[in-house]
Every structure is written in structure tokens, then in C-alpha cells.
């Protein structure tokens, strides 16, 4: 049976919107149960964040190669090869007997991710080619990619409650062959005959840059931030970024062009790709643990409170277009990540109420992801319409590579701010016990949100804080410092976006001139 041109599409839209359903899924769906796993893996702290940070790193690691791979070997078969390897990985994952196993599994299901990613949106552009139909097809994979992120927290809950963790994953190897069988009847080959060569040394030192970063942040506290290990470490980081910068300079077909930053609109919405993955996205990891831990929920109760993060981020893109059109991406961008930030803000009084709850953490909730929603959509389209066509998909690539490297480090940097937080207010609490070592352990305990066994493992402290109020004040502090950090933080990037974008007048020409300086 051959299939009209119309129902090929269709059919080929919805295994895109499938692909987009599980990489979005495999994001927001994981976070709300990192405790589940930490009691039933028997990891610890650093478990946890290296389970959200193998897959971010690894997506990171693929994406300009699987771009490039499919330019030149076939998008539709490089489209396959990576959807099998995902259904694979995932399979792995909910195998998984320990921490380590997953945290390897969930690095190898990053880099099918991340190339499944890329190869959806080569597919999607090459199917839909007429304007109406390409918009519509675009605009059904945004609604449904959207709906992976918005609404994973609370089916990764349900899928906990009425099953078990595993199915978090394993639910991805049947939504993976049904997306095989519509792809074989409906996508289309399409390759590009000029296609580059695969820069190898760029992505190789880049990603080493990536890992080094996250590793001296994570494990710094108990290496020693001075010791030997710690500065090679940052040593070798720091060298390996430097070649990075150097290779794409002298390479003819490199993977990040550098000369686009030199057109301000561009550089100005890749702060906008920076400041939403500074905060908004890396508290997704840490935020079901406070709702878990530090207000008592269960784990469908901590899904639910967290739509409210997550829903705003859905609802708003429509209003992001209108308001870019009328008041230009100039205005829109960084007033979308001032609005993260003042949200940022009002979650850490919120969080400081003396009857905290999902109400008092409602407004600073529903704030963030407004600004979210104000800022993704502005940030994406300005990336690729302010760069000449021919460069848009590298301009894609670099947001992507932006957004993704910027989740990986603060998915770091913010569990060390909630970890030294915690600490200080334990070393406060308790100035009569000398043993930091056991201090710093129990921080790892809190922050993880292991409360069941405190007791039995830290009977001295328990001693002193019988009914457990300093150890749960020490969590509420971690966590206020890790909002007041994501608000000011991503204010600054507000402020710098904003004037590298630049007064309107002066911004148009300055952009015009550029773009005929890289042509």
C-alpha cells in the first residue's frame, strides 16, 4: 500500500513528536525520582547529580557530530541508528542494579539522545518544506516537546507509585520501536552532498572541557580545591578549552564559527540560551528533593507542586512571539530572565515562610516558569534568523551546545552551593563537634534528602538535634542560598544581555555590517 504525500507527513510528524515526547520525558521525569534511587541504589549526593549530568555531558558531546554525520551519511539513517540506540540505553537504565551502572547507562543514553535530537529537527525541516505546512509541523513538535518537559515530574510520579522506577526508562523501549515502525513507513532520505568533515578534535577537547569543569566542582570538596589532583584537574580544563578555541579558529569547517559573535543580536540571545540554563533548569534536579525532604511530600504530591514550575513554560510561548514582534527580541529576552529571576527570589522567601509549603512557593514558582516561557522562544528564533542562512544550523548547534553545557555546570555549581550551605548551618548549629569530616557526610545526607537513617548513622549529632529541627533548618538554608544564587545570578545575565543588545537604531546597523563582513 503506498501512502499519499499527506499521510506520510503525518505519520512522520508523529514520530518526531514521539522522539520529542521521550527526549523531553527523559529530562523532567528523572529529577522528581533521584530520592527513590538514592534509597534503592544506595547512592549517595554526587550519585544523584552525576545521574542528570551523564546524560546532559552527553548529549553535549554528540550534538554538532550527529548533525554532521547525518548531513553527510543521511539524516533518516543516522535518525534510526540513534532512536535504537536510545530504546537500548533506556533498557539499560532500568536494568540498572547500582548508581554507577546507571549513571554509565544514562551517559550512553545522552549521546543517542542528543543525536536523536539533532536528526528529529534535520527531518522535521526537510519533510515539511511549504510554509503553512512546515509552521503548523513545527508548531505541533514545540506543543508536544513542551508537554515531555511540563508534565514529566508528575508521570515520573505515577509511574513510581503504580509501578517502579524502572519503568521511568523502560517505558522508552516500546515508545521507541512503535517510533521505529513510523519512521521506516514515513520519513524520507535526505542527505547534503557538500556536507563537512566531522571536526573530531573540536568536539573531543570541547567535551573534556565540559566533564572537567562539572568533575572539579563535584568532587572538590573532598579532593581538596588546592590539593595536586583538584588543579590538574583545572589545569588540563583550562588547557583543553584553549586548544578548543584554537582549533576552531584555525579549522576551515569548524563547529562552532566563532565570527557569529560579533553579531549582537546573536550574542545577546546565547546569554538568553545561558541565563535560562543557569537556573530554571538545573533547580529542576534539586527542587523535588526540597519538596520531598524539606516539606514532607510523597512523590506524586512533589510531581503535582512542581507543575506549577513547569506549566507556565507551555502557556506563555504564544505571548513570548507577539510581545518580540511589537517590542523586538531586545526587550523581550532580558526581561524574560529578569522575570526568572525575580521568581528565583520570591521562591526563597517562599521557602522561608514559617509554614512553608507548595502555596507559599506558588508565586516564585509560577514567576520562574513565565519567564521561562518569555524567553525560550525569542532566544531560539533570534539564534537562527540573526546569522545568514546558510549558517542557521551551526547557529542552532551553538545555542544547543550553550544551553546544554550551561545545565551541566550548574547542575554542579548549585548542588556545592546547597552542600556548603547545609554545612555552614551544621558547623553553626553544632560549634562543639570537631569532626568536619563526619559533619561534611551528614551535609551529603541532607542534601541527597536521606533522612530515614540519619539517626542510626550519626547517633552523636542525633544526640543534640533529637527531634531533627537543626538538621531540617541546615536543608532550608542550602536550599535559600541555592535560590538567592539562581535569581542574582540570572539578573546579571539580564543586565549583560541587554546591553549586549543594544539600543535599536545603533543595534541594526551594527548587525547589517556584520553579517556583510561574514559574508
Known amino acids: 500500500m503506498t501512502l499519499s504525500h499527506s499521510s506520510k507527513n503525518r505519520i512522520a510528524l508523529a514520530a518526531v513528536c514521539l522522539t520529542a515526547l521521550m527526549f523531553g520525558l527523559e529530562i523532567s521525569s528523572v529529577p522528581v525520582i533521584l530520592p527513590t534511587l538514592e534509597k534503592v541504589l544506595h547512592g549517595n549526593f554526587k550519585d544523584m547529580q552525576w545521574i542528570m549530568n551523564a546524560y546532559t555531558i552527553a548529549c553535549t558531546t554528540v550534538l554538532m557530530a550527529a548533525g554532521t554525520l547525518a548531513d553527510r551519511y543521511g539524516r533518516k539513517r543516522i535518525f534510526v541508528i540513534s532512536l535504537a540506540l536510545f530504546g537500548i540505553t533506556s533498557l539499560l537504565c532500568g536494568l540498572a ?41 513545527f508548531a505541533v513538535w514545540g506543543v508536544v516537546f513542551g508537554v515531555g518537559l511540563g508534565f514529566g515530574p508528575i508521570i515520573g510520579g505515577m509511574i513510581v507509585v503504580l509501578s517502579s522506577w524502572h519503568w521511568v526508562f523502560l517505558v522508552h523501549v516500546p515508545l521507541t520501536v512503535l517510533t521505529l515502525m513510523l519512521v521506516f513507513s514515513s520519513v524520507d532520505e535526505s542527505s547534503d552532498p557538500h556536507a563537512k568533515k566531522l571536526d573530531i578534535l573540536g568536539i573531543v577537547t ?60 546573536f550574542s545577546g540571545a546565547i546569554i538568553g540560551s545561558i541565563g535560562m540554563n543557569f537556573s530554571f533548569w538545573p533547580f529542576m534536579i534539586y527542587l523535588p528533593i526540597y519538596f520531598q525532604s524539606g516539606l514532607g511530600y510523597d512523590i506524586v504530591t512533589a510531581g503535582l507542586s512542581l507543575l506549577a514550575y513547569t506549566l507556565p513554560t507551555l502557556v506563555i510561548p504564544p505571548l513570548a512571539e507577539r510581545l518580540s514582534l511589537r517590542y ?192
Open 97 to 137: 542494579q547500582d548508581a554507577p551502572v546507571l549513571i554509565v547507562s544514562r551517559f550512553l543514553q545522552g549521546m543517542s539522545g542528543g543525536a536523536m535530537l539533532i536528526c528529529l529537527t534535520a527531518v522535521l525541516s526537510h519533510q515539511f518544506q511549504e510554509g503553512v505546512e512546515r509552521s503548523k509541523a
Open 206 to 265: 570541547l567535551s573534556m572541557s565540559v566533564f572537567g569543569l562539572t568533575y572539579f566542582i563535584t568532587q572538590g570538596p573532598d579532593l581538596g580545591f588546592t590539593s595536586n589532583a583538584a588543579v590538574g584537574i583545572l589545569v588540563a580544563t583550562a588547557t583543553g578549552f584553549i586548544i578548543f578555541i584554537f582549533v576552531e579558529k584555525i579549522n576551515p569547517h569548524p563547529m562552532f564559527d566563532f565570527s557569529v559573535f560579533r553579531i549582537r543580536k
Open 328 to 519: 523586538q527580541p531586545r526587550i523581550v529576552i532580558p526581561l524574560g530572565l529578569f522575570t526568572i529571576g525575580l521568581g528565583f527570589i520570591l521562591l526563597k522567601y517562599g521557602s522561608a515562610a514559617d509554614h512553608a509549603s507548595w502555596l507559599t512557593m506558588l508565586p516564585g514558582s509560577l514567576l520562574a516558569g513565565m519567564g521561562l516561557g518569555l524567553t525560550n522562544t525569542p532566544v531560539t528564533n533570534t539564534t537562527t534568523g540573526s546569522v545568514p542562512t546558510n549558517r542557521a544550523g551551526m547557529a542552532s548547534g551553538i545555542d544547543m551546545s550553550a544551553r546544554l553545557i550551561s545545565l551541566a555546570i550548574n547542575i554542579a555549581l548549585m548542588g556545592f552551593i546547597l552542600l556548603e550551605g547545609i554545612l555552614s548551618s551544621l558547623e553553626s548549629a553544632f560549634p562543639e563537634f570537631p569532626d568536619t569530616l563526619q559533619l561534611r557526610s551528614l551535609a551529603k545526607k541532607i542534601a541527597s534528602g536521606s533522612f530515614t537513617s540519619l539517626k542510626q548513622d550519626f547517633p552523636e549529632l542525633f544526640s543534640l538535634d533529637s527531634s531533627g529541627t537543626i538538621v531540617h533548618a541546615a536543608l532550608m538554608h542550602g536550599f535559600g542560598l541555592v535560590m538567592l544564587y539562581g535569581g542574582i545570578g540570572v539578573w546579571v545575565l539580564a543586565a549583560i544581555s541587554f546591553m549586549i543588545f543594544g539600543p535599536e537604531k545603533a543595534l541594526s546597523n551594527k548587525i547589517g555590517r556584520k553579517i556583510t563582513e561574514s559574508l
